[in-house]
């Protein structure tokens, strides 16, 4: 029995392709095609993020080279830590951080439209109540009180008294970081 070449070709077909698995071929062709499309459009929608997102990156590093370019640590101010047993750092910088007290630039910032205009930042530490007592000081006011308190709750991460006075209700706390501008 000889083969023809068409005979091997409806064998072929008739392997791959009966009336069971036509269905199953269309839905690989589709699936095919819609992967095809999909790449095609997240490849096009990933250029043009990729480029935002490194606009915004460069703008960020611009603005954090610029500040510690234009102020210097023990020269135009000083941050100390103190009872480091009680509370860290990185739980302090979370309280300042939400009340908008890190950006050094805007700290040293004497304009009273665009800047905080502070001389000095003490922070204190309520243990029994976990809450971050934050006493600002701002340049030129003539006694040693603080001018505003920020009081913020660690443990549901919110402001919860802002503009008031030192409060004794938040006694007793525990200096834990102090922020001063050194130069005039």
């Not at 308190?149 to 007793?172: H, R």
Request: no cysteine; net charge positive; glycine share 2%.
């Amino acid at each position: 029995m000889d083969l023809t070449k068409r005979d091997v070709r409806e064998i072929i077909m008739s392997k791959y392709f009966n009336k069971k698995t036509v269905p199953y071929w269309i839905i690989a062709v589709l699936v095919i095609l819609i992967a095809i499309i999909l790449a095609v459009h997240f490849k096009a929608n990933s250029s043009s993020q990729t480029t935002t997102a490194t606009v915004k990156t460069s703008s960020s590093s611009e603005k954090a080279s610029s500040s510690t370019k234009k102020y210097v640590a023990g020269k135009d101010y000083k941050i100390t830590y103190s009872n480091t047993n009680l509370i860290d750092k990185a739980t302090i910088q979370k309280g300042l951080k939400a009340s908008y007290l890190t950006d050094i630039n805007d700290l040293m910032n004497t304009d009273q439209h665009t800047g905080s205009n502070m001389a000095k930042i003490e922070v204190y530490y309520n243990k029994d109540k976990n809450l971050l007592v934050e006493n600002l000081f701002k340049n030129g006011h003539s006694t040693n009180e603080a001018t505003t308190a920020v009081v913020y709750d660690l443990k549901n991460n919110q402001i919860v008294n802002s503009g008031v006075n030192y409060d004794t209700n938040y006694q007793p706390s525990w200096l834990v970081y102090t922020w001063e501008k050194l130069t005039k």
